[in-house]
């Protein structure tokens, strides 16, 4: 995995409800990550907090056989839904400066 991921851009939002897939999000979040973009996941609720916290542990799945790991940051905010605002859990999804050997779904050593 030789891209360049660039802080400065704008990430691309991925809305998450109770319905979605959570494999099919996965597969979003690898895609953006591998090309180098970042990603936030948007939720609201409960049952879609749920979902986007499956979808980015496949989404792991997915990346760590190319030697690539993410870390996520979770943060509340505050939006506005039908003239309601709401607070929703948005997880920031970048890709970890650690790299993993390919295949391993653990970090090699934590001790300097």
Do not use: H, W
Not at 2 to 30: Q, R, W, Y
Not at 43 to 69: E, H, M, Y
Not at 99 to 111: M, P
């Amino acid at each position: 995995m030789d891209e360049v991921f660039n802080e400065e851009s704008s990430p691309t939002i991925l809305k998450v409800s109770s319905k979605s897939s959570p494999g099919s999000v996965a597969g979003a979040i690898a895609g953006l990550i591998k090309d180098g973009k970042s990603v936030e996941i948007q939720s609201v609720g409960a049952g879609a907090v749920n979902q986007a916290v499956k979808a980015i542990a496949i989404s792991r799945g997915f990346l760590t056989p190319v030697g690539c790991d993410i870390v996520c940051v979770p943060t509340f905010a505050d939006i506005a839904i039908d003239g309601e605002y709401r607070t929703a859990i948005r997880f920031s999804v970048l890709p970890s400066n650690l790299k993993l050997s390919a295949g391993s779904s653990k970090f090699d050593d934590f001790s300097e």
